[in-house]
C-alpha cells in the first residue's frame, strides 16, 4: 500500500511538471517571458507588507485544492502555494502561475473579480478570466502593487490587499490610506 502511495506522488509530480514545463514553452514561444522585464522570469514570493504584522499571515498563498488564496507564515513546508511565476502579458502587465504542488489545474492563475472583490485561481487566462492580467507598478526595492485589470471595471475593487489580521486576500479601492496590505515584496524562491 505504502509502494503504491509512493508512486501515485511520483505521478502526480511527474504530471504537475509537464503541465508546468507545457505551459512555460508556450510562453516562451510567444516571447512574453523576458529577461528585461521589471520581474524575474522565475518563481517568486510575494510577502504583504500590511502595518499590522501578524507571523501566520505574511506571504500570498494560492489554494490549488479548492481555488482560493490568503496568506500563509511561510515559503516553505507545506506552502507551495506561495510560489509564484510572473507571466509578462504586456509592459508591466502579469499574469501569476501558481506553483503549487498539490495540482489541479482548474485552479492555477491569481483571478481578481472585480465585481465583488474576491480573489481566488482561474483555470486560464482567457475571457471570462479576465481579472488574470495585472498590472504591476515598482515602488522600490523589490516592492510592488497589483492591481487587478478585469474588464468589469469596479473603482471599489482594483488593487490586490492582503488582510495581515485575519489572512484573508481581497481587492481594495487604492494602495494609500488604510490600504498597506496592497504593498507586497517580491523574492525570488527556489522551485519547490
Known amino acids: 500500500k505504502k509502494k503504491k502511495k509512493i508512486l501515485l506522488e511520483v505521478y502526480y509530480q511527474a504530471s504537475f511538471n509537464m503541465q ?52 500563509a507564515p511561510s515559503t516553505t513546508g507545506i506552502y507551495t502555494g506561495t510560489h509564484w511565476l510572473p507571466i509578462k502579458l504586456n509592459e508591466n502587465i502579469y499574469a501569476f502561475y501558481n506553483l503549487g504542488t498539490a495540482v489541479n489545474m482548474n485552479h492555477i492563475f491569481l483571478d481578481g473579480r472585480t465585481g465583488d472583490g474576491t480573489v481566488g ?8 478570466y479576465t481579472g488574470t492580467a495585472w498590472e504591476v507598478t515598482e515602488e522600490g526595492n523589490n516592492v510592488i502593487t497589483l492591481k487587478c485589470l478585469g474588464h468589469l471595471h469596479n473603482p471599489s ?4 490587499d492582503g488582510l495581515t489580521v485575519t489572512g484573508g486576500i481581497q481587492l481594495a479601492p487604492a494602495t494609500t490610506g488604510g490600504y498597506t496590505g496592497t504593498h507586497f515584496r517580491y523574492q525570488e524562491v ?3
Open 190 to 192: 527556489s522551485f519547490p
Open 20 to 71: 508546468f514545463l507545457g505551459i512555460i514553452l508556450s510562453v516562451a514561444l510567444l516571447g512574453v517571458i523576458s529577461s528585461e522585464a521589471a520581474l524575474p522570469a522565475r518563481p517568486i514570493s510575494l510577502e504583504c507588507l500590511g502595518h499590522i504584522t501578524n507571523p501566520d499571515h505574511v506571504y500570498l498563498d494560492g489554494y490549488t485544492g479548492n481555488g482560493g488564496v490568503g496568506l
Open 121 to 128: 485561481l482561474a483555470p486560464q487566462l482567457e475571457f471570462p
Open 157 to 160: 475593487y482594483l488593487y490586490l
